[in-house]
């Protein structure tokens, strides 16, 4: 059984900076990609940032120079970076894990979901 379990979320005044952790556990041989999702109220949810095994990075245009993806291929573990903060950053934040190799198959996951709120 995989699981993600995301942490680091919480409230901060616009300009600050939190950093996201996702943590992949269970019986994992690879992952081929990670990435965190956010959803506001009323809104559907989007790919924020997105990184493959060898390191290749996607980054939606309204994170762009803000926000850095980074992994621990070691440790199935991703993190989000995520500095100069606004009010509109202000979603629940999934992790996703897409093409979890284990030995049932190739499946992908996604974390239970993590409030950040941006608010003076």
């Known amino acids: 059984q995989v699981q993600l379990v995301e942490s680091g979320g919480g409230l901060v005044q616009p300009g600050g900076s939190l950093r996201l952790s996702c943590a992949a556990s269970?019986?994992?041989?690879?992952?081929?990609?990670m990435g965190w999702y956010r959803q506001a109220p009323g809104k559907q949810r989007e790919l924020v940032a997105r990184?493959?095994?060898?390191?290749?990075?996607y980054y939606a245009d309204s994170v762009k120079g803000r926000f850095t993806i980074s992994r621990d291929n070691a440790r199935n573990t991703a993190y989000l970076q995520m500095n100069s903060l606004k009010p509109e950053d202000t979603a629940v934040y999934y992790c996703?894990?897409?093409?979890?190799?284990?030995?049932?198959?190739?499946?992908?996951?996604w974390g239970q979901g993590t409030q950040v709120t941006v608010s003076s």
């Open positions: 996703n894990a897409d093409g979890v190799t284990t030995m049932s198959g190739r499946e992908d996951y």
């Open positions: 269970g019986n994992i041989f690879s992952i081929n990609a």
């Open positions: 990184i493959i095994r060898e390191g290749t990075t």
